[in-house]
């Protein structure tokens, strides 16, 4: 059986033993070992096969076409940000993230709290959402350059470099504003640390692409957009404005790279894919329960099961379910992973609706900057 929406911290279980065993590993080490939390350094042994293109034609029209403009997009975090703006999270009308857009409100806990320290409770859920977007660059980092050496497309390895450059630019953003102008850092959550494990580990090219550039990335992707949208604060939204223009490319370079190739495995190699994507899509929503905050601030007063069940039936996660998944989902159905054998587990989770969604951004679109 698959894991249904009710057991948001269940084990893993996949119809397909090639996806169980794949993330059996990664489960272990990230949710039970909890890897991630055991020091400041962790190695991953990765497996996969670097290709080299000794040709250099221009083999994929598409993929340079994207190069060419991943080019003219560089951008320099340092000189083109304004970090001299005074960033206060607790500033009433300059909040990271308003009272509205988080679980917190339906929480009697949260609510019988004085108004400054609910600011305060809001700005540190704010830090953590932004330590775990900051987590997920770093894997982004890491995948980028694997996905570069793997790929075997000439096109798609000088791509795979500016996106190498993309994730670093990304983590200098988000590391530098969570030490500059927050003054504070969660470590990474344990269901993001099995994905990243998951990803950076496994021998064959197209599970990067896909846990990176179509999973992390299609979810990061709708994330920032909606974080832009609610924000008040104007470094952060600016911040967010690049980064998102980056993210798109990312997703519609896995986007272009899988299409073709899933279309042309077995069955068995696609079920195994579809089954193995479905577990990731469960272990990004536990992503969002934000354990590490409650045990700072809500353990001593909620169970984790009352908890995640607040989170899970929130406004707040339903927005951010339609904003995350909305492409996702699409993007998934038009690279093959979307069957009717699946089709009724996602159904279960509440993401079917999605479907019919637009897929790969339109890299050149005002939606991607308004969070729809």
Not at 83 to 96: G, K, T
Not at 181 to 204: E, F, P, S
């Amino acid at each position: 059986m698959l894991v249904s929406v009710s057991e948001a911290t269940a084990p893993l279980y996949a119809l397909h033993p090639g996806a169980l065993l794949r993330l059996l590993g990664p489960a272990y080490r990230g949710l039970l070992l909890k890897k991630g939390k055991q020091g400041p350094i962790t190695r991953m042994k990765s497996r996969h096969e670097a290709t080299f293109n000794w040709t250099y034609d221009h083999d994929h029209p598409e993929l340079r076409k994207l190069y060419e403009a991943a080019k003219t997009s560089q951008w320099n975090a340092t000189t083109d940000l304004d970090w001299s703006i005074d960033v206060d999270p607790l500033h009433p009308e300059r909040e990271i993230m308003p009272d509205s857009m988080l679980p917190l409100k339906n929480l009697p806990a949260y609510r019988s709290l004085p108004e400054r320290r609910q600011r305060e409770h809001r700005a540190a859920l704010a830090a953590w959402m932004l330590s775990q977007f900051l987590h997920g660059e770093q894997g982004a980092l890491f995948a980028a350059c694997q996905v570069t050496e793997a790929i075997s497309w000439y096109d798609g390895k000088l791509y795979g470099s500016t996106q190498v450059m993309d994730e670093g630019r990304h983590i200098e953003v988000f590391s530098r504003y969570l030490d500059e102008k927050l003054g504070k850092r969660y470590v990474i959550n344990d269901n993001l640390y099995t994905i990243i494990d998951a990803l950076m580990t496994d021998a064959d090219w197209d599970f990067k692409f896909l846990g990176m550039q179509i999973m992390i990335e299609g979810l990061a992707l709708g994330a920032f957009g909606t974080l832009r949208q609610q924000t008040r604060e104007p470094l952060l939204k600016e911040l967010l404005r690049y980064v998102i223009t980056d993210e798109a490319r990312h997703v519609h370079y896995g986007v272009v790279a899988l299409r073709d190739f899933y279309r042309e495995v077995p069955d068995s190699v696609r079920r195994e894919r579809e089954d193995w994507a479905y577990e990731i899509v469960v272990l990004m929503r536990n992503r969002f329960l934000a354990h590490e905050f409650y045990e700072e601030y809500y353990a001593h007063v909620l169970s984790r099961k009352e908890w995640d069940e607040g989170v899970l039936t929130s406004e707040y996660m339903e927005a951010f379910r339609k904003r995350m998944f909305r492409r996702l989902i699409p993007n998934l159905k038009r690279i093959h992973l979307l069957s009717d054998r699946i089709r009724p587990h996602y159904e279960a989770l509440g993401l079917l609706v999605y479907e019919n969604e637009k897929a790969a951004p339109d890299l050149t679109s005002a939606d991607l900057l308004d969070g729809e």
